[in-house]
């Protein structure tokens, strides 16, 4: 159906790699960027084509590959966002590299991942793709740095870009060679098995949205197939809406409940006092084709974290 011919970066991380197998597996030829591959990774996506290649590097830009489309991931994370300088030069001559390599094979669709942090950290009220971004940490900062040259290149230089903003991203990992535990609800489960507690440093009541990696992967897919404008934005979120604590309790019982395994929940403060309501309307997802429920029953909290949970017994 989708016959796609699809170049993804980041294409060895959390993300990157849970999206190269659910294109592989929706009929599309993928070619994975990294600076390197696991072992482990390598024989999931070994349909897909792996390069290892640092798109920091000076001759990135005139490497020679075919393709209809750049998926472009590699922006800086949380973590590589805590060295200010790294960050931005990722988030910025990476994005503009990868730019200037759509440009040099002449591939006109480009999907910028950005974050719905560029909003605010602690959101509230209601927001939509044409709200204000106010951006209040660093890692917000670089993607906006790498949303701005990535509108500035669909102006000049004739391509078709999607700046996708995804909420809170959770799902187990394609191998246990990726670890990225900075991330709710994994950082819980991991913390559940190894000491027996989830602890939280604040009161939990911070609210938030979440998104599956494969609800993520499958509006990726759906925005890929029916990019129609010259720039556009389109924030990937859900319908579920969780305060962290409620997430800490649902994973405590998961362990009670299916794993027949006692954790504490240890709560460290009582701030913030309330909760933060806050609402994104997801009016774009009609033009693009997009119904992010509809995976609801088979990939959600529930079976994400049990997933997690299994993938760290069979570690320990």
């Keep these: 159906m989708y016959n796609m011919k699809v170049l993804i970066t980041g294409a060895n991380g959390f993300i990157g790699s849970y999206m ?12 994975g960027l990294s600076r390197r591959f696991f072992p482990k990774v390598k024989e999931k996506l070994k349909k897909a084509t792996l390069i290892e290649v640092d798109i ?55 999907i910028f991942f950005s974050t719905l942090q560029v909003y605010g950290t602690e959101l509230k009220g ?8 106010k951006p209040e940490n ?12 990535v509108e500035m290149y669909s ?19 394609l191998t246990n060679e990726i670890e990225r535990w900075t991330l709710v609800p994994g950082c819980l489960c991991k913390e559940a098995i190894e000491k027996g507690t989830i602890t939280l440093m604040s ?7 979440f998104i599956s990696l494969e609800q993520l992967s499958y509006c990726t897919l759906q925005t890929a197939s029916n990019i129609h404008k010259k720039f556009d934005i389109i924030n990937y979120v ?4 969780n305060t962290i604590v409620d997430i800490a309790k649902f994973t405590q019982n998961i362990f009670k409940e299916k794993f027949d395994k006692k954790v504490d929940l240890k709560i460290g403060s009582d701030f913030p006092d309330t909760k933060n309501d806050f609402e994104f309307k997801t009016s774009k997802f009609e033009s693009y084709k997009i119904d ?12 994400e974290i049990s997933k997690v949970i299994q993938g760290l017994i069979k570690i320990n």
């Design 203 to 209: 009161s939990g009541k911070q609210n938030r949205n």
């Design 238 to 241: 859900t319908n579920d809406y």
């Design 20 to 31: 190269c197998d659910y294109f592989l597996n929706n009929n599309c030829e993928v070619i």
């Design 138 to 149: 660093d890692y917000a900062m670089n993607h906006l740095f790498g949303e701005m040259y």
């Design 56 to 110: 920091l590097s000076e001759n990135f830009a005139s490497l020679k590959l075919e393709a209809d489309i750049i998926i472009h991931l590699a922006a800086s994370n949380d973590i590589v966002s805590k060295d200010l300088a790294r960050g931005i030069e990722l988030s910025t001559l990476g994005t503009v590299n990868t730019l200037k390599f759509a440009q040099n094979n002449s591939i006109k669709k480009y």
């Design 155 to 173: 102006r000049k230089f004739d391509m078709n870009v999607v700046v996708a903003r995804p909420s809170n991203i959770y799902g187990s990992f």
């Design 292 to 303: 992010v429920n509809q995976t609801n029953r088979t990939h959600n909290l529930e079976t």
């Design 126 to 133: 209601k927001y939509s793709e044409d709200t204000i971004v």
